[in-house]
């Protein structure tokens, strides 16, 4: 599903993140994102190009968005009956020429991340700057079912293991967030 949600956020939140997201990567604070968990994580320019950087809800815009994260994660709860403990997010950042291959965003029978959640922060975004999502069919990797421009306010909900999606490439510098909700417990630190 695809939702304006500029109104229920306000404006000065988005625009927040949106500095956040910038200053991080204007600073070169964002890392190169990789594919794969644990071993399996490597990085591979040829499937993924986006930079990235995991929010905590240390700052002010966090920790309200982290509020709004957290009704998600209670409404996906009480209406669907989902299970989900937690969630984790982070900014990423897709310069031109970034994209992110199809790919989904959990393996089958993980039971880890079970809901995608973008959150788009670019103003004056058009068709033609590119960097757009475009969703496919879970039954039909080959048949495009929807697509979402990535204008600031705008929000895409799927679920994490069935949804094979990718990020076209950028044509102009675009800034989004990207939020997993869990059904594991928080890992222990060793």
């Known amino acids: 599903m695809s939702l304006d949600v500029r109104e229920r956020l306000g404006d000065e939140l988005i625009a927040a993140l949106r500095q956040e997201v910038t200053t991080l990567h204007l600073t070169e ?19 993924r190009r986006d930079r990235i950087a995991w929010l905590q809800g240390l700052t002010v815009p966090q920790a309200t968005l982290f509020d709004f994260l957290e009704d998600i994660r209670n409404g996906l709860n009480a209406r ?51 960097g757009m999502l475009q969703v496919f069919n879970r039954d039909n990797h080959d048949e495009i079912v929807g697509r979402v421009l990535p204008e600031a306010g705008r929000m895409a909900l799927f679920m994490s293991e069935e949804t094979p999606h990718e990020v076209m490439i950028a044509q102009r510098t675009r800034y989004s967030l990207a939020c997993w909700f869990r059904q594991d417990e928080v890992p222990i630190p060793l």
């Open 29 to 47: 604070a964002m890392k190169a994102a990789g594919i794969g968990r644990g071993a399996d994580h490597m990085r591979d320019r040829s499937v």
């Open 80 to 130: 669907l009956f989902l299970g989900l403990r937690r969630f984790e997010a982070h900014y990423a950042t897709y310069e031109p020429g970034d994209f992110y291959r199809k790919h989904i965003d959990s393996f089958a029978g993980r039971a880890s991340r079970v809901v995608s959640l973008v959150l788009y922060l670019n103003e004056d975004w058009a068709a033609e700057d590119g």
